[in-house]
């Protein structure tokens, strides 16, 4: 006889246990425990049959894997929890005693410091681990580096995140590793390609937050605490792999002033002093060196005759510039240009496109020097212009400290920035001297323009990175109404709505032939109403009493026997009029071809699958037509087409579904029906563009 088995001995009853035995097996409090969890990436889990992995009658319990509580055994950091448990005792002993001086000498020296560095190293053994786990630390701790200080977010660690979120954004720009940005109402979101590895996070906007008390700090604090151990980890290894110093130089003075990016000065190989970085744009702007001299590094004189022959271009005996197709970087250009693969039919495959180099996306916005507006937001601007290559970026001296120049009438700005509507009825002066005290600077007054100077909204350059390439910028002038801003994470697929592409190439056969007489059927039904005497009558709306009747209760009643005799002597009545035509006997003829003709469209009607209140508005009651119903609408070939279609593919359908199995049928009726609710929402975005184009026109 086999041994008998003790019931919570094996399957789910061991596998699994509850939260409240494993803060007794771990003999910590529950808060600790919380922590500790966070720490080692162990997370509650959910049994098959919880009433068998719970050993008491409570089902509505949390339930952790044995094993993981077992391996939190031996974790170094009880031992920690345990030190600060029996301190928080002592000091609190000595406070009872009235020691209060004894209770600070514990609390500051007596503190035990977590360290989490051998928890990183477990959970993420390879740097590629830690790179696909960044997602979420970037965006939390970028959204306390957005809080405001508070008993809860204590200022230290809100000034820790915000530098290590500035060294990140450091990287990126000197890499050009940022590949997309997206505008939306929670904030602004920003992929970045690490080393292979696509990071995407998201950045608050810069209001005033209001910290609410609905949420438990603790718990995000804990999350805080190890993110920020790991971006510190992450960002060193990414600043070595490159040649800078970590950590880099940090000016406290510039960060008061609200330098934030210009705070963060790098050292390292390949990486200049700013002093001398800045008279190089100098010089660049003035046209002083070109960029091939700077890059190839000649000696003065080669320099000066290589600008004399860069401003006057040779030219070939047809009087085409050699530069357009005789150089010898020509060949090198156009090879270098991105290939795009294209379909080669309706049913292929969407073959994935490749994306633009970190080289063409770092010089996108090289040439140019921009100027933010007072009302533009600075930050995320000053990150995605330098991420492209702009090394020349001012604003107003009110946004903070490290712009490229305040002068807003500079003469070497080529973009500026802009987020006001255009004013009107200004005076005609554009600029006032303002003296200051190193220099005068020009104040340009609200509403005027610099000629010369390109002036965008900040869309623009969002949708220019996202495109990568330099988009049009009459379209995002300032007051214009701007194109939609689309997620470039959205990829069209085939048969769902796809706003980037023309509007007759996504509609069905027939699809904007019906819409146009759907359209011109409703403003017949607005614009026509009753004709009496050959004279069409305005509608007014029916009474209760005209349909409906009421009962001693004062309950109404429809089709009641008041109704129909009242309509039947209307009918009657109008039936015998016969209109002002002389010629009563060409009325008599003409009333009979239209009653052939109507009875020949309601039996076309009936064939092509309309119900009888369609068919039945064709005429009235009289049987006389209706304004325009000798006229046949521009949809109605085209709904019978597309209805005659519709049911012969529905026939062969079901022909087909004959033929296969239940289980496969069951199938085929969900997709079918997730395919059919697909396309009705893309018809209804389609018909919203239609309206919006046609109100347009």
Same mark, same amino acid.
């Given at each position: 006889m086999g041994k008998i088995k003790r019931k919570g001995t094996s399957g789910q009853a061991k596998n699994f246990i509850t939260r409240t035995q494993a803060v007794r097996k771990l003999q910590v409090s529950l808060?600790?425990?919380?922590?500790? *969890?966070?720490?080692?990436?162990?997370?509650?889990?959910?049994?098959?049959?919880?009433?068998?992995?719970?050993?008491?009658?409570?089902?509505?319990?949390?339930?952790?894997?044995?094993? /993981?509580?077992?391996?939190?055994?031996?974790?170094?950091?009880?031992?920690?929890?345990?030190?600060?448990? #029996?301190?928080?005792?002592? =000091? !609190?002993?000595?406070?009872?005693?009235?020691?209060?001086?004894?209770? #600070?000498?514990?609390?500051?020296?007596?503190? +035990?410091?977590?360290?989490?560095?051998h928890i990183i190293k477990e959970r993420y053994p390879t740097f590629v681990d830690a790179l696909?786990?960044?997602?979420?630390?970037?965006?939390?701790?970028?959204?306390?580096?957005?809080?405001?200080?508070?008993?809860?977010?204590?200022?230290?660690?809100?000034?820790? *995140?915000?530098?290590? *979120?500035?060294?990140?954004?450091?990287?990126?720009?000197?890499?050009?590793?940022?590949?997309?940005?997206?505008?939306?109402?929670?904030?602004?979101?920003?992929?970045?390609?690490?080393?292979?590895?696509?990071?995407?996070?998201?950045?608050?906007?810069?209001?005033?937050?209001?910290?609410?008390?609905?949420?438990?700090?603790?718990?995000?604090?804990?999350?805080?605490?190890?993110?920020?151990?790991?971006l510190g980890f992450v960002n060193f290894r990414l600043y070595t792999s490159i040649g800078l110093v970590y950590p880099p130089k940090f000016n406290a003075k510039s960060d008061e002033q609200g330098g934030e990016l210009g705070a963060i000065i790098l050292e390292g190989k390949g990486i200049e002093a700013p002093e001398k970085i800045e008279a190089q744009s100098n010089r660049h702007v003035n046209g002083e060196v070109s960029g091939v001299t700077e890059r190839w590094g000649l000696n003065p004189e080669i320099q000066k005759k290589i600008a004399a022959i860069e401003e006057f271009p040779a030219t070939d005996l047809y009087g085409q510039d050699a530069q357009e197709g005789n150089?010898?970087? !020509?060949?090198?250009?156009?090879?270098?240009?991105?290939?795009?693969?294209?379909?080669?039919g309706d049913d292929a495959d969407v073959l994935p496109q490749p994306q633009a180099s970190g080289t063409e996306a770092g010089s996108l916005f090289a040439p140019f020097t921009f100027f933010l507006s007072r009302e533009t937001p600075r930050q995320p601007l000053e990150f995605i212009l330098r991420s492209f290559g702009c090394k020349r970026i001012g604003w107003d001296a009110v946004l903070g400290d490290g712009a490229f120049t305040n002068n807003e009438s500079d003469p070497t700005i080529t973009h500026q920035v802009v987020d006001r509507p255009p004013l009107a009825g200004l005076p005609e002066e554009q600029v006032s001297n303002v003296e200051s005290h190193d220099s005068a600077i020009q104040i340009v007054k609200p509403g005027h323009r610099i000629p010369g100077?390109?002036? =965008?909204?900040?869309?623009?350059?969002?949708?220019?990175?996202?495109?990568?390439?330099?988009?049009?910028?009459?379209?995002?002038?300032?007051? !214009?109404?701007?194109?939609?801003?689309?997620?470039?994470?959205?990829?069209?697929?085939?048969?769902?709505?796809?706003?980037? !592409?023309?509007? #007759?190439?996504? $509609?069905?056969?027939?699809? #904007?032939?019906? +819409?146009?007489?759907?359209?011109? /059927?409703e403003e017949e039904e607005d614009s026509d109403g009753e004709v009496e005497d050959g004279v069409p009558l305005p509608k007014t709306k029916a009474s209760p009493r005209d349909t409906e009747t009421l009962n001693d209760n004062g309950m109404s009643i429809a089709n009641s026997d008041s109704d129909s005799q009242s309509t039947h002597s209307t009918t009657s009545a109008t039936s015998s009029f016969t209109g002002f035509d002389n010629d009563a006997g060409a009325a008599s003829e003409s009333e009979t071809e239209t009653a052939q003709t109507i009875h020949q469209r309601e039996l076309e009607a009936e064939a092509a699958g309309l119900t009888f209140s369609e068919s039945a508005g064709l005429t009235k009651a009289n049987g006389a037509p209706v304004k325009g119903i000798l006229k046949q609408s521009k949809g109605d070939e085209a709904r019978k087409k597309a209805a005659r279609?519709?049911? $012969?593919?529905?026939?062969?359908? $079901?022909?087909?579904? &004959?033929? &296969?199995?239940?289980?496969?049928?069951?199938?085929? /009726?969900?997709?079918?029906?997730?395919?059919?609710?697909?396309?009705?929402?893309?018809e209804k975005l389609r018909a919203k563009r239609r309206r919006i184009e046609a109100g347009k026109a």
């Open positions: 808060p600790d425990f919380r922590r500790l *969890c966070i720490f080692k990436g162990i997370y509650p889990r959910e049994p098959r049959n919880k009433k068998k992995a719970s050993k008491s009658s409570t089902h509505l319990t949390t339930f952790y894997y044995t094993k /993981d509580i077992q391996y939190l055994l031996h974790e170094p950091l009880l031992a920690k929890f345990r030190d600060h448990k #029996a301190l928080a005792k002592k =000091i !609190a002993r000595s406070l009872g005693r009235g020691e209060v001086g004894n209770a #600070a000498r514990l609390e500051k020296k007596g503190a +035990a410091k977590l360290s989490l560095d696909r786990d960044l997602d979420d630390a970037l965006s939390l701790l970028f959204l306390f580096a957005n809080l405001p200080s508070t008993s809860t977010v204590p200022p230290k660690t809100i000034a820790l *995140c915000q530098r290590l *979120c500035l060294e990140f954004e450091h990287y990126l720009i000197t890499t050009n590793s940022l590949r997309k940005s997206f505008l939306s109402i929670k904030g602004i979101y920003y992929q970045a390609t690490v080393q292979g590895q696509d990071i995407l996070w998201l950045v608050p906007y810069k209001f005033v937050q209001r910290v609410t008390g609905d949420v438990d700090y603790r718990i995000m604090g804990t999350f805080v605490e190890f993110y920020t151990t790991l150089a010898p970087g !020509a060949e090198e250009a156009i090879n270098d240009a991105i290939d795009t693969f294209e379909t080669t100077r390109t002036y =965008i909204q900040p869309q623009w350059v969002w949708d220019c990175i996202n495109e990568v390439k330099l988009l049009r910028p009459d379209l995002y002038t300032p007051g !214009a109404t701007l194109p939609p801003h689309l997620s470039p994470w959205v990829k069209p697929t085939k048969g769902a709505y796809d706003p980037t !592409a023309p509007l #007759a190439e996504q $509609e069905r056969e027939g699809e #904007a032939e019906e +819409a146009e007489g759907l359209d011109e /059927d279609k519709r049911r $012969e593919e529905e026939e062969e359908l $079901e022909r087909r579904k &004959m033929m &296969m199995g239940r289980k496969k049928r069951k199938l085929v /009726d969900k997709m079918l029906f997730s395919n059919k609710v697909k396309d009705g929402e893309a």
